[in-house]
């Protein structure tokens, strides 16, 4: 049952699932994850896939699910996208699928990536280059880029300080810089069928999203992985201005609640006129629900 837009009252953009149903924790993605849950001061159990789904299918929250593949850049086994997939596949009424690949895998990866489109549904596609290790526009990405472009599937990509590796001796090898917005940008250009996601207000580069979503018809952010009582006043003022219709809400669960994103963000400045386009609007558009 496809998704109804009238029995929602949001939809997070910005989801991870970070334990499979049928693995174990992995124990190098475990340090990442004690440190994360540090620095969020989030709980740290990680829950599985279908109690999230239960949590978002109670607050009426419809959602973007997605692991991080970093099988390169760390060395830590990824949670199946097809495992994914399929939960979201029996449960569409409230959860669409996203799929991670790592671009150290190439042509490889853009096999998978028909694949998971064709035969199982997914709907967008997660990159993380800090967590990956990747230079967001490195050529060995782009036979990925060119199947999602195809499709005309939305990607998101990391942007800004990671809590990942925060507080980890040297941040746990990963490496801030390749989470600048404007590295994107040639991507935005080479791709312009493809819907870029910029996640997160991308601080400490925050005017360079804003710049490209400004610039780029194909360009938008999510507004995840920051209490709104955080954000810098900027971006209140091009939500509440010329980027109203390019924002939208993400939580970046299980680190930061949705219910408590949403209840700070009412206080946040957005305009009234506007918190509904952020809230729900806005994605339903780029995800083609509406």
Same mark, same amino acid.
């Given at each position: 049952m496809p998704i109804d837009l009238a029995q929602i009252r949001a939809i997070d953009v910005h989801v991870h699932a970070e334990v499979s149903c049928?693995?174990?924790?992995?124990?190098?993605?475990?340090?990442?994850?004690?440190?994360?849950?540090?620095?969020?001061?989030?709980?740290?159990?990680?829950?599985?896939?279908?109690?999230?789904?239960?949590?978002?299918?109670?607050?009426?929250?419809?959602?973007?699910?997605?692991?991080?593949?970093?099988?390169?850049?760390?060395?830590?086994?990824?949670?199946?996208?097809?495992?994914?997939?399929?939960?979201?596949?029996?449960?569409?009424?409230?959860?669409?699928?996203?799929?991670?690949?790592?671009?150290? /895998?190439? !042509? #490889?990866?853009?096999?998978?990536?028909?694949? @998971? %489109?064709?035969?199982?549904?997914?709907?967008?596609?997660?990159?993380?280059?800090?967590m990956q290790d990747a230079h967001p526009a490195d050529r060995m990405a782009y036979p990925i880029y060119e199947v999602i472009?195809?499709?005309?599937?939305?990607?998101?990509?990391?942007?800004?300080?990671?809590?990942?590796?925060?507080?980890?001796?040297?941040?746990?090898?990963?490496?801030?810089?390749?989470?600048?917005?404007?590295?994107?940008?040639?991507?935005?250009?080479?791709?312009?069928?493809?819907?870029?996601?910029?996640?997160?207000?991308?601080?400490?580069?925050?005017?360079?999203?804003?710049?490209?979503?400004?610039?780029?018809?194909?360009?938008?952010?999510?507004?995840?992985?920051?209490?709104?009582?955080?954000?810098?006043?900027?971006?209140?003022?091009?939500?509440?201005?010329?980027? /109203?219709? !390019? #924002?939208?809400?993400?939580?970046?669960?299980? @680190? %930061?609640?949705?219910?408590?994103?949403?209840?700070?963000?009412?206080?946040?400045?957005?305009?009234?006129?506007?918190?509904?386009?952020?809230?729900?609007?806005?994605?339903?558009?780029?995800?083609?629900?509406?």
């Amino acid at each position: 049952m496809p998704i109804d837009l009238a029995q929602i009252r949001a939809i997070d953009v910005h989801v991870h699932a970070e334990v499979s149903c049928h693995d174990p924790e992995d124990p190098v993605m475990g340090k990442y994850f004690d440190a994360a849950s540090a620095y969020f001061k989030a709980p740290r159990e990680r829950p599985k896939i279908p109690e999230i789904i239960e949590l978002y299918r109670e607050q009426k929250i419809a959602f973007c699910l997605f692991t991080v593949d970093c099988e390169s850049g760390i060395g830590a086994k990824r949670v199946s996208n097809y495992e994914i997939a399929e939960l979201a596949a029996k449960n569409d009424d409230i959860c669409l699928a996203f799929a991670s690949i790592d671009p150290h /895998k190439g !042509k #490889m990866g853009a096999h998978e990536a028909r694949d @998971l %489109i064709e035969n199982y549904g997914v709907k967008g596609f997660k990159f993380h280059g800090i967590m990956q290790d990747a230079h967001p526009a490195d050529r060995m990405a782009y036979p990925i880029y060119e199947v999602i472009a195809e499709y005309g599937l939305p990607a998101i990509f990391h942007t800004g300080h990671s809590g990942m590796g925060t507080g980890m001796r040297g941040g746990g090898g990963v490496r801030l810089k390749w989470g600048q917005p404007m590295l994107i940008d040639d991507v935005a250009v080479d791709f312009p069928d493809m819907k870029i996601i910029l996640a997160h207000p991308s601080w400490p580069w925050v005017d360079e999203s804003l710049s490209m979503a400004l610039h780029k018809e194909n360009v938008f952010i999510d507004l995840s992985g920051w209490s709104p009582k955080y954000f810098q006043p900027q971006i209140i003022q091009y939500a509440n201005g010329q980027l /109203k219709k !390019k #924002m939208m809400f993400g939580s970046d669960f299980p @680190l %930061i609640h949705p219910d408590k994103w949403l209840e700070a963000a009412k206080q946040a400045g957005f305009r009234d006129d506007v918190l509904p386009g952020i809230m729900k609007d806005n994605a339903a558009r780029l995800l083609g629900l509406s």
